[in-house]
């Protein structure tokens, strides 16, 4: 089946860091990624929607600048936590579809800011 | 937009009987239903869908059966084993515009031995 590959899996890291989560679709070309967060025992709380060579779409409530996505080609995009915060500790979670593939999902990353 | 609920919110069945999560959508307009299953610390992963002009769907021991009329929609879990103990996401979508995913609230099943 598609394969979406999210890495790192995990990431520790000091206040005031920056981090890049990197998402790709391994065996499609995806037309649209999507970012998303959940909190503990939580749904999937969608961040934003990003299509290959175009600005991506956020959700209301989140901040642009903060959470910056790059979707630079049909097989990645990437999430840039900047200046990350202890609140912003979390599990990111990416997806990917296609005209010809329902979304699915990489195995997400886990935040943590210390 | 999309409104999805989702019950039970926990189930613990015994290994070999059915567990059966339901969900209902209040948009008429969405046609694609997929359920994900979420292992712990893990990404979802597709399980089943089902598309609006169908109304039963089975794969092995996973069915999905849907009522479009009443927009409800069901997992059916047959002969539960310990590694299908997870927590399970539906979702509803319409496909035909730039729409998203809306999930429900998520079912955590715990299988017991």
């Known amino acids: 089946g598609a394969v979406v590959s999210q890495h790192p899996s995990r990431v520790i890291c000091k206040s005031g860091t920056s981090v890049k989560i990197e998402c790709r679709s391994l065996d499609f070309q995806a037309t649209t990624m999507f970012w998303y967060r959940q909190f503990p025992k939580q749904s999937l709380m969608l961040m934003a929607t990003s299509n290959e060579g175009s600005k991506a779409t956020y959700e209301q409530g989140v901040e642009k600048d903060k959470f910056l996505i790059n979707h630079a080609s049909l097989t990645l995009s990437t999430l840039t936590v900047t200046s990350a915060h202890p609140e912003d500790s979390s599990f990111y979670i990416c997806?990917?579809?296609?005209?010809?593939?329902?979304?699915?999902f990489g195995d997400g990353t886990r935040l943590s800011i210390l | 937009g999309e409104n999805v609920e989702q019950h039970p919110s926990t189930l613990s069945v015994q290994e070999g009987d059915s567990a059966v999560i339901k969900c209902t959508y209040s948009?008429?307009?969405?046609?694609?239903f997929p359920w994900y299953k979420q292992e712990l610390g893990k990404g979802p992963q597709l399980i089943i869908d089902i598309r609006s002009n169908v109304g039963e769907k089975k794969d092995q021991r996973i069915a999905v059966t849907l009522n479009k009329t009443a927009k409800h929609f069901s997992l059916h879990i047959t002969e539960t084993q310990p590694e299908d103990s997870a927590v399970y996401f539906c979702?509803?979508?319409?496909?035909?515009?730039?729409?998203?995913?809306?999930f429900g609230t998520g079912t955590r099943l715990q299988v017991t031995l």
């Open positions: 997806s990917a579809n296609s005209a010809n593939q329902p979304q699915h």
């Open positions: 979702a509803a979508i319409y496909t035909g515009t730039a729409s998203k995913l809306t």
């Open positions: 948009d008429s307009a969405s046609n694609y």
